[in-house]
């Protein structure tokens, strides 16, 4: 039986990650499985726990990386987000592939605990376009606005060590991009 491949699409806050990988699970719901975060932040208006994220305190969260249940985490703006590892090990080993829809830093554990994961940097059109979709969605004050692009700038240096770029300025262009980097993965 073929052993599923991890797929990290990565890339900084605002550049469609989320959009994107909802559409490859709608092209093949059946060979892809999205890995669900954990998460210490509070849920955004209309998330929904267990789908979205799974929401949890500060101090489940130190318990689950003592015990070495996340694959990856990080610190993100103000809280912390990681990838459980059971259900990324039981799907991979079910022959699926498995996508994280991830930071930049989780990528990087990723790459050194799961050296075979395809790894997909998404790229935005320009800067200014980052900051009017990260302003667009409403959900963060300006000091977390500000420190996300912060942080983005870091990030949109860190494109060189990923397998893939794809710029994702059109979303059906960007997400057939991905999902042909992820069939041709297939076929090797």
Sequence with gaps: MRRGTLIVIAGPSGVGKGSVVQRLLSRDPKGLSLSVSATTRSPRSGEVEGVDYVFVSDETFDAMIQDGELLEWAEIVG???????????????????????????????????????????????????LERR???????????????????RWELQQEGWFDHRVLNDDLQRASDEVAAIIERSRVR
């Design 134 to 152: 990260l302003r667009g969605r409403g959900t963060e004050d300006e000091d977390r606005i500000e420190r996300r692009l912060d942080t983005a």
């Design 79 to 129: 809280h912390r987000s990681g990838t459980p590892a059971r259900f990324v090990t039981e799907q991979l080993q079910a022959g699926r592939d498995v996508v994280l829809e991830i930071d930049v830093k989780g990528a990087q554990q990723v790459r050194d605990a799961a050296p075979n994961a395809l790894l997909i940097f998404l790229l935005p059109p320009s800067f200014e376009e």
